[in-house]
Nanobody
Framework: QVQLVESGGGLVQAGGSLSLACVAS????????MAWFRQAPGKERVFVAA????????YYGDSVKGRFTISRDNAINTLYLQMNNLQPEDAAVYYC???????????????WGQGTQVTVSS
């Protein structure tokens, strides 16, 4: 059983940056493909970015390409999301997710964190 804890959310002005982190415990982090999703109030959970267990491949949602960067450090069991040029439409609760089998764009990951709130003021 993997436990995931996100941090780094907060309030930022449009055009600003935030860096999210997700620390994993209770499992072997390097065995898991990881992803970030986000969910705004009243909307479905949406794919943001994903990274394979080795970090060798990354995938992004169309709305964040060129602005967000996903990365991981397997030595310290941590997943990151660097978010630049944030816009009001990026405001949401951001979740990290882990799966031992597949890297996916659908919210079908086996393990989920509790989420961290990102608010962007215009």
């Amino acid at each position: 059983q993997v436990q995931l804890v996100e941090s780094g959310g907060g309030l930022v002005q449009a055009g600003g940056s935030l860096s999210l982190a997700c620390v994993a415990s209770g499992g072997t982090f390097r065995n898991y493909h990881m992803a970030w999703f986000r969910q705004a109030p009243g909307k479905e959970r949406v794919f943001v970015a994903a990274i394979t267990w080795s970090g060798g491949s990354t995938y992004y949602g169309d709305s964040v390409k060129g602005r967000f960067t996903i990365s991981r450090d397997n030595a310290i069991n941590t997943l990151y999301l660097q978010m630049n040029n944030l816009q009001p439409e990026d405001a949401a609760v951001y979740y990290c997710a882990a799966d031992p089998g597949m890297v996916m764009r659908s919210p079908s990951y086996r393990y989920w964190g509790q989420g961290t709130q990102v608010t962007v003021s215009s």
